[in-house]
């Protein structure tokens, strides 16, 4: 009938998370500490009441939908051909490329460790509401890349870190700082991130 249950429940159909295992209700209850250990910051829910933000999973469902688009990402690692990649190994050089930005428009290109989000946290993991500061000493490649875009907005194949074996391993996120508008040395709404929500790619040993 299209709802869930006896018809009586009006809030169908919805989309949740369930756990793989059961509380102590023997519920399949995905809660707070599930969120956390399996969701990246930048996706944690936030209710915000009586002054204070808190954690809630609640605001993870979501319902009347009746559309759901599937966007390629327009800013994001490759290699020298300009194929998508986020897997890399000491030894590779990352490369970045992109579309959609605004044309003749200059960008700074910053690797940052995941996560970077577009408001802080404090030590409890709560939204601050400041901008993300780009920081040099999280760049492993010791550079920020100068790029502009061209008349059609698109940034070129560009190598932003040439790895070897000594390389950190980890998770990264790539920036693109728009030093025009916005403010510079912070991520903010004007910029580009690879792989928005998640990391941009991933650094391993061979």
Not at 24 to 36: E, H, L, P, Q, T
Not at 168 to 195: F, I
């Amino acid at each position: 009938d299209g709802y869930v249950g006896d018809g009586d429940y009006v809030n169908g159909m919805r989309l949740i998370f369930f756990a793989e295992t059961t509380n102590s209700a023997g519920k399949y209850v995905f809660g707070n500490v599930d969120m956390n250990n399996t969701l990246p910051a930048s996706r944690w829910h936030y209710y915000y009441g009586s002054g204070k933000y808190w954690p809630s999973t609640s605001g993870l469902s979501v319902k009347w939908v009746n559309q759901i688009n599937i966007y390629q990402p327009n800013f994001y690692t490759c290699d020298d051909s300009g194929t998508p990649k986020s897997a890399f190994t000491q030894g590779d050089t990352v490369y970045v490329t992109g579309t959609g930005p605004p044309a003749s428009t200059e960008y700074h290109v910053w690797i940052q460790t995941d996560d970077v989000l577009m408001s802080t946290l404090d030590a409890m993991d709560r939204p601050l509401g400041g901008s993300y500061t780009l920081t040099s000493g999280d760049d492993p490649s010791d550079e920020q890349e100068e790029v502009t875009t061209n008349g059609s907005g698109a940034i070129a194949i560009t190598p932003i870190w040439e790895t070897d074996v000594f390389s950190p391993v980890g998770n990264y996120e790539v920036v693109a700082d728009n030093q025009s508008s916005g403010t510079q040395g912070t991520y903010d709404s004007n910029d580009k991130l690879d792989n928005p929500g998640w990391w941009g790619f991933t650094l391993a040993a061979p």
